[in-house]
């Protein structure tokens, strides 16, 4: 990855330049008003914030490769589509994974999923609008059809046909989480989730591979031994997104009530701190813009590539969604290398769903849900090319810039500090993001 001096923090380090530079213009002036510079310069902050050093040191421990090489190792299990052997043998890997990282206090939700239970709605319905698209937006431009492959024959890869194979069947449902512990307040948690499961005989490399590698690089930062934080911080791999957000429902509807109790009484833990937020990681990488007319999509990264946030309007938590959403866009300014952020008001059809009239709940991706990747704007949604190969770094890039993105802002709401950093004040000067 590209890196560069981190110019960006809080307390900008120009500062001493600028306070030397107004000593020497004072020295000319008058000596009223070079007392008064004095004393301006010397209220002005001389070193960058030791939290601003920590959470940009924590966004310099992201990295291209990892975030690649573990993208690849998900799709070793094919698309992992829901009640497959290969499913849940992606689950034991993501929680191999995760206690490797140090994320050992690691736990499952289990669930049944019956394929014929009617389908509770993904989010609200659209609006009697023209060309209204789900969440409630609208299309604009061109559109390009998509859907879900379950053909087989689509994919050109024998081994990956072979792979994929085996279908679903009814039954017992796993998804795993585990949890950094606030230091002050483990009572209280934000929830960071992507969706481990796939479909469309590809790879799900980009659905949702891109965000459960996301989610779990998060998990390997924050646990750290070195890393504190305030508050809890919750990394969820859900299961079955692709059936209609189950793995989220069952979460929602086995633990919401048991949110911010301590248990057992007097031991100062709490199996599910109450819940501060929520925050979904869902297709991260492909932002090639709106399909041409003949229905084809530019094989590169657009130039205007961004990462985009949303929360729903309509949700109960609206308001508070919204300013966690700038939150995030904040921390893109200050921690993202390359990619910028946009915040829109659409989010949709995505694990966030079921959080968002309890919860402040926002969903990050490559574009807009409704009207853009609704509007056919990644041709590998649910594909047989979905695949690790189809992705170049640019793209690549562009899940990492969300990584950044999410590891500043989370740092920042949790009040992560660097342990290690107090002992190593000169740090500051090499740090690189
Ligand atoms: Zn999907």
Redesign the pocket.
Known sequence: MRTHRTDNRRNPPATATAGSHRLRRASVLALGIAVASIALAETAPVHAGTEADAIATLVGRLGLDRYKATIKGLTQFGDRRQGTDRNRAAVDWIEAQLKGYGCTNTARIRYEYVASAPRAPSGPAPAAAPAAAQGGARYRGTRAATG?NTDAMLQPYERLRALNAQPPTDGIREEVYCTKVGKTHPEEMYIVGA?MD???WGE?AN??GSGTALVMELARVFAAADVTTERSIRFVLWNN??TGLNGARAYVEQRAALQGKEDPAGSGRYPEPRWLGMIQH??MMFDHGMPHADGTVAKEQRAEADVNIEFQQLAKQSDAAQRLAWAFYAANEAYATEYPASVGPHMTNTDSTPFMDLVPAISLRENERGREIGGGWDPH??QPTDVYATFSDADFRLGLNAAQTSLGAIARLTGAFLTSLKFLPAARDKIHV
Do not use: K, Q, R
């Open positions: 879900v969706h796939g479909h469309g799900a659905d949702d997104e692709e869902d297709m949604w649910h």
